[in-house]
């Protein structure tokens, strides 16, 4: 296991355009969890430890690309139909098991092996059988309908990389070549709690003055989506000597801790100082919105990541900011959520210098365009906005005034939230 270095969290005082910091940020962090081999049924979802070098062609030998006939193209007349005997007969897993002669016509079906020499496939429903003689069209191509051996994956292709989050096409392309087991990295270990007095579990009384716990059933389905293993470690109260104790516990069994609320500097909050007792901590002052200042730590080997306390802000910073951070951590590399271009359908001002990723949700007009449309409420405290929303238009720093009809870059959730 990777041991980060102190001060892998550490920025400057100074405001820090988002790209920066991002790529600042990679450049300081390793992965901290070990490897384990699991069966490839169980290898979806998971960030592969190992280089996948093939051993072996796929397809394993030169097959029909549809049902007809093989032969050879030689043999046949070019301002004429040809006629051949038809001598055998080639399936899937059973090869003709004897050398093939010129002359001769070979019944075949998709997926089976083309007997040794013979180069050319004619489709079934282009030729006209006749007893044991088949009648083939003047005009096929040299090759056609032949699929050779190494098309997809040639032996010693390295298939999958190191550091790739396995998705069931890389899944299945493992299995292609044979492999019944993978080695992957083990899950991210992340401990998740909130802190609040005013903050009451779903299911229990929340009296006046008090509020139900959104952001943490929220964070956690995040993680799980990411494919962390997750522990609950339920409310906190407003009191340090807790806090400290409930981190202290943590930090020895888990990669991550992570929080929303609780780490600004009022006097009830308390998460800042807790962090201190046992390790440090570092505000990262970005220039971004929704979001205020994220809080990253380290706790002897583990992790601290502390989130906004409103819950959009909470959200947003995660998919943004510490999801990338948690997928470098747990072995995956070059991860970039999905970017693209759409029309706004909304007039929007911003200040200077600053990211903003404003919630939008995607209609296509009646002419085919891709249109995003504004929540009406920009608060970081409106959950709501979060649902009605299919994703986020990214609003570069350099950008002041967006006008209905400009292209601007749309981010969809379903690339964010998912593994």
Avoid at 292 to 311: E, K, M, T
Wanted: aromatic share 6%; hydrophobic share 40%.
């Amino acid at each position: 296991m990777a041991q980060l270095k102190d001060d892998c969290f550490a920025f400057g005082d100074a405001l820090t355009p988002f790209d920066d910091a991002i790529a600042d940020l990679s450049g300081r962090l390793d992965t901290v969890v070990d490897v384990e081999r699991v069966p490839i049924k169980e290898a979806v979802g998971r960030v592969l430890a190992e280089y996948i070098i093939s051993d072996r062609n796929v397809p394993p030998h030169d097959n029909s690309a549809v049902d007809g006939y093989a032969v050879f193209f030689d043999d046949l007349n070019a301002d004429e139909e040809t006629r051949l005997p038809v001598t055998g007969r080639v399936a899937a897993g059973h090869p003709l098991g004897r050398d093939a002669i010129h002359g001769e016509a070979v019944r075949i079906f998709t997926g089976a092996p083309m007997p040794d020499g013979m180069d050319t496939v004619f489709m079934e429903e282009d030729t006209v059988l006749q007893g044991d003689m088949v009648a083939l069209p003047v005009g096929l191509k040299h090759g056609s309908n032949r699929r050779f051996a190494g098309e997809d994956v040639k032996q010693g292709d390295t298939i999958v990389r190191a550091g790739k989050r396995l998705r069931p096409q890389e899944v299945g392309l493992a299995a292609s070549v044979g492999r019944d087991t993978v080695q992957v990295f083990k899950k991210l270990r992340v401990a998740v709690f909130s802190t609040g007095d005013e903050v009451r579990d779903p299911g229990g009384d929340a009296p006046a003055g008090c509020i139900y716990d959104a952001n943490r059933y929220a964070v956690m389905s995040l993680l799980s989506g990411m494919g962390c293993a997750v522990t609950d470690l339920g409310i906190l109260p407003d009191n340090k000597d807790a806090i400290v104790s409930a981190l202290g516990s943590a930090k020895n069994d888990h990669d991550v801790l992570m929080t929303s609320g609780g780490v600004s500097a009022g006097e009830e909050d308390h998460v800042k100082s807790a962090v201190e007792v046992l390790g440090s901590i570092h505000f990262w002052r970005l220039a971004i919105k929704p979001g205020r200042p994220i809080a990253l730590g380290q706790l002897d080997h583990a992790s601290f990541v502390g989130l906004p306390g409103n819950p959009v802000a909470a959200m947003v910073t995660f998919l943004m900011i510490a999801q990338p951070v948690l997928r470098r951590l747990g072995g995956e590399l070059a991860y970039q959520p999905g970017r693209f271009p759409v029309v706004a359908d909304f007039d929007y001002k911003k200040k200077p210098g600053r990211r903003e990723w404003v919630r939008v949700r995607i209609e296509t007009t009646d002419d085919g365009h891709v249109k995003a449309l504004k929540h009406h409420s920009s608060g970081a405290g409106i959950l709501t906005s979060m649902v009605d929303a299919d994703g986020l238009v990214e609003m570069p720093e350099d950008v002041v005034r967006l006008e209905a009809g400009e292209i601007v870059t749309y981010i969809p959730f379903n690339g964010l939230i998912a593994g």
